[in-house]
């Protein structure tokens, strides 16, 4: 097949006949998600406002995380042992009725309903887009689906702060839940059909041996990826001592729902899992104290602020398609590049970040940290499912997602705490910049180990 023929064949593979209603209903399902997770930041201060107390801000962020990290963990298994079918479907309506249920809240009891309900449904879903995308697209078609999977973020991540504070500024806030109601009918529309084709898995197909104590580790990943959330966003002592308990809570939990090796970064899956906790952990722990640097050291604006991940978030799309037109290219190269430029981005942050600092230098910088995630992350993807056999695509999956989610929110939970003791984004921003770096640059080491071979 010749260069020219190879996207033209991928694209037929996605959107053919066969595949094309399943294609655009993992990206509208990706991109609900996406969507209410950017809508919901920007319309929380007048969600709290109106029906609870400055004091209860962090809970619907707490809830929605704990029980994503629940669903997570118990979706992969579900899906490893009776196949995707049930959850492609049923974990958008419940998602879809946590919509509900927070969009007509009138009290913060019924929101916190509607944020776990939302959990639930998401983290259900994200492994099971997995286990629907191994069991449906073929091998040489799957670095194009993650770099679907990954622009999938880019419009919400563009589009959803302002839609939202507009909605929230001229309806109300219930619609920033409520306006996405139909859109989870129609994705399950489009994705039913995929579903009806897979027919029940195979009896006598390989399936990993059961876990035993599954759910009291997902119960402890839940509470602990959860506290380290809350504490990420308080700061002080308590918050300190908080993060101290969810850590013991979380290391006999992670032994559980992590694969061998992780933690020694052995070769293969392991070494998959732990590259997606880092490059993760660095890039959304930047991007979550990026604009407080710009405007809290450089005193620019809000608006201005936002900038660079808005470019971040282009250069991770442009990647992302960039490397789904080149499914021949080894993965394990594509994301040691890949973390080379988050490191780079990242240690450039050195030169934004104290009070000397140039702030324009955000920048370039970031657009080259958001090319290395849109190579990295999908390159991830892509060898997770190849090193994968079909009874633990489930479980693997749930792993990384699970290193994730941990490594943010204990990178973000760093933050606060160093800002807490040295006072101010100047003095303390520098020293959280120079450890995600270090991290980066152990991601760029380790990357080569991600080949099973």
């Not at 593979?13 to 609900?32: H, M």
């Not at 929230?168 to 839940?177: A, G, K, N, P």
């Not at 898995?201 to 009291?216: C, I, K, Q, Y």
């Not at 050195?350 to 657009?367: D, I, N, Q, T």
């Amino acid at each position: 097949m010749t260069a020219a023929a190879a996207p033209t064949a991928v694209r037929h593979e996605l959107f053919g006949p066969d595949r094309r209603a399943t294609t655009i209903g993992i990206v509208l399902l990706i991109s609900l998600v996406a969507f209410e997770s950017m809508g919901v930041g920007t319309a929380m201060p007048a969600l709290v406002a109106d029906i609870g107390a400055v004091s209860l801000y962090a809970w619907p962020f707490v809830a929605f995380m704990a029980a994503a990290v629940f669903a997570t963990v118990l979706g992969g298994r579900w899906c490893d042992r009776a196949g995707p079918r049930i959850p492609l479907v049923g974990a958008p309506l419940l998602f879809g009725l946590g919509l509900v249920v927070a969009g007509t809240a009138t009290g913060m009891p019924q929101l916190l309903v509607g944020r776990v309900l939302q959990g639930l449904g998401a983290g259900t879903q994200a492994v099971a887009v997995y286990v629907l995308v191994a069991a449906v697209y073929p091998e040489r078609a799957r670095p194009a689906v993650f770099g679907l999977v990954s622009s999938a973020w880019v419009l919400p991540a563009l589009l959803g702060p302002p839609v939202s504070g507009l909605v929230t500024e001229t309806v109300s806030w219930h619609w920033v839940f409520l306006g996405l109601v139909p859109f989870v009918l129609l994705a399950v529309g489009l994705v039913v059909p995929a579903v009806r084709r897979l027919g029940p898995p195979d009896p006598h197909r390989e399936v990993a041996p059961p876990r035993r104590g599954l759910v009291p580790a997902a119960l402890g990943a839940a509470t602990g990826v959860a506290a380290l959330s809350w504490a990420s966003q308080q700061g002080g002592s308590v918050a300190a001592v908080v993060a101290g308990v969810a850590i013991v809570v979380l290391a006999p939990a992670l032994l559980r729902l992590f694969p061998r090796g992780v933690f020694r970064a052995g070769r293969g899956i392991p070494t998959v899992v732990l590259s997606r906790g880092l490059l993760a952990g660095v890039f959304f722990t930047v991007n979550a104290y990026l604009p407080l640097m710009l405007n809290g050291t450089h005193g620019w604006s809000l608006a201005m602020a936002g900038v660079p991940l808005i470019t971040g978030s282009l250069g991770w799309s442009a990647a992302s398609a960039w490397q789904g037109r080149h499914p021949d290219l080894p993965r394990s190269v594509l994301l040691r590049i890949g973390f080379c430029l988050v490191a780079v981005g990242t240690a450039g942050m050195l030169l934004v970040a104290p009070a000397w600092g140039v702030p324009w230098l955000a920048l370039p910088f970031w657009v080259l940290a958001g090319l290395g995630m849109g190579l990295g992350f999908s390159s991830m993807s892509y060898l997770l499912l190849q090193q994968s056999r079909a009874g633990e695509v489930g479980f693997h999956s749930s792993a990384a997602q699970i290193a994730d989610q941990l490594t943010t929110a204990a990178m973000i939970g760093t933050g606060g705490a160093l800002l807490a003791l040295l006072g101010t984004p100047a003095a303390a921003l520098p020293v959280l910049v120079a450890v995600l770096t270090a991290l980066a640059v152990l991601g760029t080491l380790i990357a080569g180990r991600t080949s099973a071979g």
